[in-house]
């Protein structure tokens, strides 16, 4: 079966500029979780989505936000950028969302440059 | 404060040297541990999952066993392939959050 399909693979933009990453999650996935990774901070949660609702939120500014569609596919989107928003952004998904015991399956990440 | 703190944060293995990975945890329930291997530019491929004190979980190299209070993710006789990063993540129970630990890079020289 097809895997989590995370696009674009990488992405530079500049300070300021907004940007918008796609996550399409296994079929039959409900529920989809964003994650930041950076080599100082590791991999720190963003938000989970389940059934088109925010279910879980991280310790993130307004900046960051996401959505989720009737198809279970989610978009993050960031906007003025800064520096310190470069990082690998993860999507993860479940078929019951963060609590699943099953665990993650992890798409290839968006490798985001902001200069 | 729910906490997954892993060790060491690198580690350099001859072929065929033998070793232990090790991840500590501090939450208020389990619920369950994961274990995830990660490869430069790419997301963390599951590997193990355990549940409770005890447990252990094998696969080709690696074997995952359980404590109270720990984890670890045994390596016997690795090869260059294993090299890569290993993630640690508790599902806790009370919050049905998971936190994932800093992770160990792994480098493997033949």
């Known amino acids: 079966k097809a895997g989590v399909t995370q696009t674009p693979r990488y992405l530079i933009k500049t300070r300021g500029q907004q940007v918008t990453l796609s996550c399409s999650p296994i079929?039959?996935?409900?529920?989809v979780s964003w994650y930041q990774q950076t080599p100082g901070q590791g991999l720190q949660f963003l938000f989970e989505y389940f059934s088109e609702t925010q279910r879980n939120k991280g310790n993130f500014p307004g900046r960051f936000s996401g959505r989720q569609f009737s198809n279970s596919r989610s978009e993050m989107n960031v906007s003025t950028l800064e520096l310190g928003d470069s990082a690998l952004y993860l999507c993860?998904?479940?078929?019951?969302?963060?609590?699943?015991?099953?665990?993650?399956?992890f798409g290839s990440g968006t490798r985001l440059t902001v200069v | 404060e729910d906490q997954v703190t892993q060790s060491p944060e690198a580690l350099r293995l001859q072929e065929g040297e033998s070793s232990s990975l090790n991840c500590s945890y501090t939450v208020s329930g389990l619920r369950g541990l994961f274990w995830y291997r990660q490869d430069p530019g790419k997301g963390p491929e599951f590997l193990f999952t355990l549940y409770s004190a005890g447990e252990e979980k094998e696969k080709e190299r690696l074997k995952a066993t359980l404590t109270k209070k720990e984890s670890f993710l045994h390596i016997t006789a690795p090869k260059p392939e294993d090299s890569a990063t290993y993630l640690c993540?508790?599902?806790?129970?009370?919050?049905?959050?998971?936190?994932f630990g800093q992770g160990t890079t792994l480098q493997v020289k033949p």
């Open positions: 993540a508790v599902l806790t129970s009370n919050t049905g959050k998971l936190i």
């Open positions: 993860a998904s479940s078929l019951s969302g963060q609590s699943d015991i099953r665990g993650y399956t």
């Open positions: 079929s039959g996935h409900r529920s």
